[in-house]
């Protein structure tokens, strides 16, 4: 039962556009959200996160919106550099565990053509 | 500061045998958690140790079982291996301040074979 779900596991954006990420979730418990972007042979990085009281937080480059009627969240990252290149997870949790016991996506390769 | 750290890199061993991975926390984390990526998915949550307590196990055999030391470094063991268990065994390490969990740090994880 996959609560966390990432339908798209590739994606491809030119260079200096705007990367979406998508990821639904089936749990109605989940109430903080976090994406995590990997490189090959390293752990999975903290990006950005946000809580089931926001709907949007930003970070520089990184945007994170959440729909929670339609248990939906997206990453945009504005402008798409090369080094974005990587595996990217969502990642849910519910309370009050906060940033622990993560329930992860299956992950979204995202690479950027120059 | 050193980040988490794994050993070992990689691992083989064969069908009904035992394994020690081991992680070495982020300095200052008090609490380690266990995850098992497997080819194709999302990191699965094994357990959490919190002060050398497991804190938390999710979905997960109790052939699978962990250990935290007193400085904080910790071990994930698996008993009886099978085919199945072949994954990227990822350990995080994160502080717990005023009860409050902070943002968890992986380390690049331990890759099994289990032939």
């Known amino acids: 039962d996959q609560q966390v779900k990432q339908n798209s596991p590739s994606l491809s954006v030119q260079e200096g556009r705007i990367s979406i990420l998508n990821c639904d979730y089936t749990?109605?418990?989940?109430?903080?959200f976090l994406w995590y972007k990997k490189y090959p042979a390293e752990g999975p990085t903290f990006l950005i996160s946000?809580?089931?009281?926001?709907d949007k937080n930003e970070d520089g480059r990184f945007t994170v919106f959440l729909n929670k009627s339609a248990k939906h969240l997206s990453l945009h990252i504005v402008p798409s550099q090369p080094g974005d290149s990587a595996v990217y997870f969502c990642?849910?949790?519910?309370?009050?565990?906060?940033?622990?016991?993560?329930?992860f996506g299956t992950g979204t390769r995202l690479t950027i053509i120059p | 500061e050193t980040g988490v750290t794994q050993s070992p890199t990689h691992l083989i061993k064969t069908r009904g045998q035992q394994v020690t991975l081991r992680c070495s926390s982020q300095?200052?984390?008090?609490?380690v958690s266990w995850y098992q990526q497997a080819l194709g998915q999302g990191p699965q949550f094994i357990f959490q140790?919190?002060?050398?307590?497991?804190?938390g196990r999710g979905n997960f055999p109790p052939r699978f079982s962990g250990l935290q030391f007193p400085n904080y470094s910790s071990e994930l063991n698996v008993n009886a291996l099978e085919l199945d268990d072949s994954a990227l065994y990822l350990c995080?390490?994160?502080?717990?301040?005023?009860?409050?969990?902070?943002?968890?740090?992986f380390g690049p994880g331990t890759r099994l074979l289990v032939l």
């Open positions: 140790y919190y002060r050398e307590e497991e804190n």
């Open positions: 749990n109605s418990m989940f109430d903080y």
């Open positions: 946000i809580s089931s009281i926001k």
């Open positions: 990642a849910a949790s519910n309370y009050p565990f906060g940033n622990e016991k993560l329930t």
């Open positions: 995080a390490s994160s502080p717990r301040v005023a009860g409050r969990q902070e943002t968890q740090y």
């Open positions: 300095s200052g984390h008090n609490t």
